[in-house]
């Protein structure tokens, strides 16, 4: 890879030196070909880690497995361009105030209350003052919602991806349920689960747009 790079940088500085139809087509076809390479190889690297990844969950080495996963994640993790807007229209580049943007704009849209103003009808009016009581999940319930947990979707802050909790058995799953059910009795989060990972989706014709 590294020497098809080469070559293309020299085909690159040939064709500043001497712009001329041949010096340009020649660049080009050293480009093609470079960038073929560099596919390939990148292909081949990723082919040799998921085959490595396969085989340590095939010997159930978890420990292994997990490791491998989030080298893997860490290596293929995109960066995200620090940019939006802020009330006012104004763009805005440091990182600090992209980051308080975010706060205040998660911030406004997540507290608020609900009051009679939003309900349908009288009933439901009523109904906001009156506490009703709720059973907790069953276990059933729960291991049933971890099994219906979609594969190949993004890990949390944590790194743990959802096929990691599905292949760890009952043993894993009788724990969850029971975090859950003292989360329940004391009506609390964790405070690891109140963090979350912000990834901006950007318009295609306005880069500043989210």
Same mark, same amino acid.
């Given at each position: ?9 020299? $085909? ?6 001497? /712009?001329? /139809? ?6 080009? +076809? ?11 190889? *990148?292909?081949? %690297?990723?082919?040799? /880690?998921?085959?490595?990844?396969? !085989?340590?969950?095939?010997?159930? @080495? ?7 996963? *989030?080298?893997?994640?860490?290596? +293929? &993790? ?17 990182? &600090? &105030? ?9 911030? +406004?849209?997540?507290? %608020? +209350? ?11 009016? @009523? ?15 729960? $291991?049933?919602?971890? &099994? ?14 959802? @096929? ?29 689960? !109140?963090? $979350? ?6 318009? *295609?014709? /306005?880069?500043?747009?989210?």
């Amino acid at each position: 890879m590294q020497g098809s790079n080469k070559r293309k940088e020299y $085909s690159e500085k040939k064709s500043l030196q001497i /712009r001329t /139809r041949a010096t340009q087509e020649e660049y080009e +076809e050293k480009r093609r070909i470079a960038t073929k390479i560099c596919r390939n190889k *990148k292909k081949h %690297w990723l082919n040799n /880690r998921i085959k490595e990844i396969e !085989e340590v969950h095939r010997r159930n @080495e978890t420990r292994k497995f997990y490791k491998y996963i *989030k080298i893997f994640k860490t290596t +293929e &993790q995109a960066r995200t361009l620090l940019l939006c807007k802020n009330d006012k229209g104004k763009v805005l580049t440091e990182k &600090q &105030q992209v980051l308080e943007r975010w706060k205040h704009y998660f911030n +406004e849209a997540l507290n %608020w +209350e609900l009051t009679p103003e939003h309900t349908n009808s009288e009933h439901e009016s @009523e109904n906001l003052n009156e506490e009703v009581e709720i059973p907790p999940s069953t276990y059933n319930e729960v $291991s049933d919602i971890i &099994q219906k947990l979609r594969n190949n979707k993004a890990p949390g802050p944590d790194n743990i991806i959802y @096929e990691l909790i599905k292949e760890g058995g009952r043993k894993l799953k009788h724990r969850i349920y029971m975090l859950i059910l003292k989360i329940w009795e004391k009506e609390e989060l964790p405070a690891d689960w !109140e963090n $979350s990972i912000i990834c901006p989706l950007y318009k *295609k014709r /306005r880069s500043n747009a989210v």
